[in-house]
C-alpha cells in the first residue's frame, strides 16, 4: 500500500494558516528495511520539497546513500522517520539547530524506544506549551490594542 502527502496538512512553509484540528500520525507502508527511495518519492510521502530535503542533507539531519558522488540521492526508512520528526519539530516551534542537537542522539530505529523518546517528548510538550502561553499573551495584547483604538 503506497501513500503519499502524509503532511500535506501540516502547510510547512506558512504554518500560520495550518489546521489545528488536523491529527498527525506516522503512516506505515510496507517497506522493506533496506530498501531505499529516490528523493521524488522521499518528496511526495513526507510533503517536504526535494529542496528541502537536500537542505537538512546539507545540515547534516539526515543522509542518504549514493552508489558514486554523481549518482541520486536515495533514502532509507530511518531518514523517512528523521524527516517526520523534524517536520514536527519545526511545527512545535525548534529551529534546524535544535532540530540538529535532538537527532544527534537518537538511533537510526522506529519506533524509538520510550527510554529515547521519553526525554525528548517532554522537552517538545514544553516548547509547545510556551508557544500557547506566547500565543494567549498575544491575544491579550491585541484585544488591548483593539480596545484602545476604539476609545
Known sequence: M???GFLQSMDLPNRSRANPAVQYVCPEWTWPADELIHIREMSERTSVPASSLRY???RGLITSERETSG???RYSKATF???IL???AQSAGFNLDEIAGQLRNLPDIHPLPPKVWGPLHKIWERRIDQRVAELRQLKIN???CTRD???
Open 2 to 4: 503506497h501513500q503519499t
Open 56 to 58: 537538512y542533507e546539507k
Open 71 to 73: 549518482s541520486q540521492r
Open 81 to 83: 522517520y528523521k524527516i
Open 86 to 88: 523534524i517536520t514536527l
Open 142 to 144: 491585541l484585544r488591548r
Open 149 to 151: 483604538a476604539s476609545r
